[in-house]
């Protein structure tokens, strides 16, 4: 394939858009199958004219359109190009040494350094517009998926058939051997790892870094080769400039691609489809929305659902449409797919997504959102939404269980803060509708902790949902109090005669039921010891926490205490004095929201505080408009699986989350296995394969 055929030369000279797509079309359609070489030369050149060596003033910004242009491709230019490759190739490789039909790995590390040495030494790779032979061929410059390419595309040029490239989300390497059973790294992926051309992949997929997708790479064909190719494209011109003719380009040959069915098995390339799709939507062809989809189902359907961008794709797409829940529960499922890798500095690229979703996009969405109110009352408000509040500890635990058994940690001191934030934003009655549990936990203590929280929320539910009709209540009682004073007036006499003749005081009467309910406690209960509560209460008898006239019949059974005693609460422990608990007088008000059977459920006077502060929270926001909204709330269950998220769960549905308890458990280092790489060199990554353009 020293020239070109005269099925190539007829395209030329390229003086459109159309005239490229109907190159790439024909070429598709070649029985011998598209050659690499030639389409990555002129994708490049045409890039390379639109974008590189466009003439932009220094004034010009994103509102200032472009005078609209296209390069005119000779053919000439392109098959000089072309010539200079194959002989490069051809010329560095004695065939006489390596077999005829199926490539090895000495005869891959041989090409991989023929394309290797002809790469200027110059610092370079973090550039933009590299990843195309024409980059090679005019400036000896290649990025890190250019390099791969150019290997695949070089044994094209010497006649190999099963050299192939492996795709993951950030990184390309090949594969060879009978039916691509062999792989080896060609590229690198970070400063110092040039020494690993030629070795397998297998031990980097063992370690289930992202990188590698734990062996879920996109395996192409010649045809899904030409795809990453297109996907690969930069319509950049500036940080802030797109060449809107690149992008149209790119647009209809991803289409071309799409007919043909050499997409369905590319995750990548559906999103870089989708994000060009809403950019500039095209009529009579598939939504930005359905093409993200498909997107996700084809990382389900081929590749075991280990690709992270599909999820991030369209998430992204929804925060752009203000569709804040849909998005949340988008990331949601990121995180999930990414807690089955082991993170590793060479995973800089995802890092960062999760990183922006966490700390700058999810927190705008709550500052967003803080004053929301629905007209719709089947719709709930984002920050009164139990689902969203799951799915965001969803996101969370993902993070943490990617975190798991990695060489380097994830989460620092930035992303609780920010977890904190969000989390605390939310009406702290949502937390009663979500149960918590953990996986792979001590089934007895899951049970408790599951009645615990049912206990808790069905009590703090009942409060919130009776106390229209506690209020009523209230008022029947106070009417039949006034009643009872009334009956107490006409025969107070005869009740204080009779009460002398029988040797009784009020005092004595106090006692007396006191000690008929410690005796009932105690005839219930596993043994004779009496409810320490009972105790308490019996010991402070005379204080006005217990009210002396419901013990007599009348009246309510409790008074509200003027002055708070309990300032400082842990997540481990709640201690709080007896004395001071019962010594509080009275202001004449009912104790809002305990009652004789709860106080006799409690575990200890800390508890029946605690049980009183959530009762006066909720009726203290109890204001009908929140009622409504939570009146469609439905329970939710959520299954923690990384240890620092299940050491949190009780918190996460407290009726106060503890700001410090999950800053200090989020940042701790005691879950994380640091384990020693076996090989040195990792350093910052100073150049992405696959790095997804986002376009704003």
């Known amino acids: 394939m020293a020239g070109f055929r005269d099925r190539e030369k007829q395209h030329f000279p390229l003086e459109s858009s159309q005239a490229v797509v109907d190159l790439f079309i024909d070429q598709l359609e070649n029985s011998d199958g598209p050659n690499l070489a030639l389409l990555s030369i002129v994708i490049g050149a045409v890039e390379n004219k639109l974008t590189v060596n466009r003439n932009v003033s220094a004034t010009t910004d994103r509102s200032r359109i472009l005078e609209p242009i296209f390069p005119v491709i000779e053919l000439s230019m392109v ?23 199926i490539a090895t790995r000495e005869l891959v590390k041989r090409v991989s350094d023929i394309i290797w040495s002809r790469l200027t030494r110059s610092y370079y790779k973090d550039k933009a517009h590299l990843q195309s032979l024409y980059s090679y061929l005019t400036g000896n410059k290649l990025d890190c998926f250019g390099v791969a390419f150019a290997v695949v595309a070089a044994f094209q040029v010497l006649g190999y058939n099963d050299v192939h490239l492996a795709l993951s989300e950030d990184h390309a390497w090949v594969v060879f051997g009978e039916n ?24 980097e997929v063992t370690e289930k870094s992202w990188l590698y997708l734990c062996g879920q790479a996109v395996i192409c064909t010649r045809e899904m080769e030409v795809s990453a190719m297109v996907s690969g494209i930069n319509p950049s011109i500036t940080v802030t400039l797109d060449s809107s003719e690149m992008g149209n380009l790119q647009q209809d040959l991803l289409w071309a691609l799409y007919d043909k069915q050499h997409l369905k098995k590319y995750p990548m390339a559906l999103g870089n489809l989708g994000d060009l799709e809403e950019v500039n939507p095209i009529p009579n062809r598939k939504p930005c929305k359905v093409l993200y989809a498909e997107a996700i189902e084809a990382s389900k359907k081929f590749y075991n659902n280990q690709h992270v961008y599909p999820y991030t794709y369209l998430g992204g797409y929804l925060y752009r449409k203000h569709q804040y829940k849909a998005a949340v529960m988008a990331w949601a499922e990121a995180a999930t797919v990414v807690s089955g890798f082991n993170y590793n500095r060479q995973d800089e690229e995802i890092y960062k997504e999760f990183l922006e979703i966490a700390n700058d996009f999810i927190p705008n969405i709550v500052k967003s959102v803080s004053n929301e109110n629905s007209s719709d009352p089947l719709k709930l408000p984002f920050l009164r939404d139990p689902e969203v509040y799951v799915k965001l500890l969803q996101f969370y635990d993902g993070i943490c269980e990617w975190e798991e058994g990695s060489s380097t940690p994830v989460l620092h001191i930035t992303w609780a803060h920010h977890m904190v934030f969000s989390l605390s934003k939310f009406d702290s009655r949502v937390r009663e509708f979500v149960t918590v549990t953990s996986e792979g936990g001590d089934s007895e203590d899951n049970d408790d902790d599951s009645d615990d929280q049912t206990d808790e929320k069905e009590t703090r539910r009942g409060s919130q949902s009776d106390s229209k009709s506690r209020t009523s209540l209230r008022g029947r009682r106070k009417s039949q109090t006034s009643d009872k004073v009334k009956n107490e007036k ?9 009460s002398k003749l029988n040797g009784d005081s009020k005092e ?36 006005s926490i217990l009210n002396k006239d419901y013990l007599l019949g009348s009246g309510e059974p409790f008074t509200t205490a003027t002055s708070s005693t309990i300032n400082n609460t842990t997540t481990d422990s709640r201690s709080v004095d007896i004395e001071d608990f019962l010594s509080t007088k009275s202001n004449g008000t009912p104790f809002i929201g305990l009652t004789m059977d709860s106080m006799l459920k409690a575990d200890s006077p800390a508890d029946m505080m605690l049980c009183r502060k959530d009762s006066d929270v909720v009726a203290a926001s109890d204001n009908g408009t929140s009622t409504d909204y939570l009146a469609g709330a439905k329970p939710v269950t959520l299954v923690l699986r990384s240890e620092k998220m299940k050491g949190l769960k009780k918190i ?7 700001a410090s308890a999950i800053k200090l458990q989020l940042t701790a280092q005691s879950q994380v296995h640091m384990k020693h790489s076996k090989r040195g060199g990792e350093g910052d990554i100073s150049s992405t394969v696959r790095k997804r353009t986002r376009r704003e």
């Open 79 to 101: 098959e000089a190009l072309y010539t200079k490759f194959v002989t490069d190739v051809k010329s560095g490789v004695d065939m006489s040494l390596y077999r005829k039909d």
């Open 508 to 543: 004595d009467q106090i006692q007396s039921a006191i000690k008929d309910i410690v005796s009932k406690v105690g005839e219930g209960g596993k043994n004779d010891a009496p409810n320490p509560n009972i105790q308490a209460l019996s010991q402070a008898c005379g204080e």
């Open 180 to 203: 691509g059973s062999e792989t080896a790294e060609v590229t690198w992926h970070g400063k110092g790892n040039e020494d690993k051309r030629g070795q397998p992949v297998g031990l």
């Open 652 to 658: 996460f549905t407290s009726a106060k989350l503890n």
């Open 490 to 498: 006409q025969n107070g006499d005869n009740d204080g005669v009779d």
